[in-house]
Nanobody, 119 residues
Framework: QVQLVESGGGLVQPGESLRLSCAAS????????MAWYRQAPGKQRELVAS???????NYADSVKGRFSISRDNAKNTVYLQMNSLKPEDTAVYYC?????????????WGQGTQVTVSS
C-alpha cells in the first residue's frame, strides 16, 4: 500500500507564509510527477503547481511568483512554499503523485490539508 500524508496547513493572515509537505510512504519504488492541487468551497479542484522527476516545474498563473514547489527524492517528499498569501488562496490543498510499487505507475492523492487566509 502507498500513502500520501500532507502537513503544514493552518490559519494565517494575508501576506504571511506557509510551507506544505507531502510524504509518500509504504511500497514506494519510484515516483514520477508530483503536484499540489487545491479546492475552494463551491469550486472545482485546480492544479496549483507540479514538478517532474527531473525537477521541471509548472505553476498556475494565480500563484506564479508567490508559490514554489520542490521535492526531496531521498525522502519521497514534495513541498509547497507559499508566500504573500491572499484570502483567495483559502482552500483544501491536496498532494498528488504518480508512484510505482512494481512495474506500473498509479496516481495517488493525499487526504488534504486546510489553508485559511484571513485577517
Amino acid at each position: 500500500q502507498v500513502q500520501l500524508v500532507e502537513s503544514g496547513g493552518g490559519l494565517v493572515q494575508p501576506g504571511e507564509s506557509l510551507r506544505l509537505s507531502c510524504a509518500a510512504s509504504g511500497r514506494v519504488s519510484r515516483i514520477q510527477g508530483m503536484a499540489w492541487y487545491r479546492q475552494a468551497p463551491g469550486k472545482q479542484r485546480e492544479l496549483v503547481a507540479s514538478i517532474t522527476s527531473t525537477y521541471s516545474t509548472n505553476y498556475a498563473d494565480s500563484v506564479k511568483g508567490r508559490f514554489s514547489i520542490s521535492r526531496d527524492n531521498a525522502k519521497n517528499t514534495v513541498y509547497l512554499q507559499m508566500n504573500s498569501l491572499k484570502p483567495e488562496d483559502t482552500a483544501v490543498y491536496y498532494c498528488n503523485a504518480q508512484i510505482s510499487s512494481d512495474y506500473l505507475f498509479r496516481t495517488y492523492w493525499g487526504q488534504g490539508t486546510q489553508v485559511t487566509v484571513s485577517s
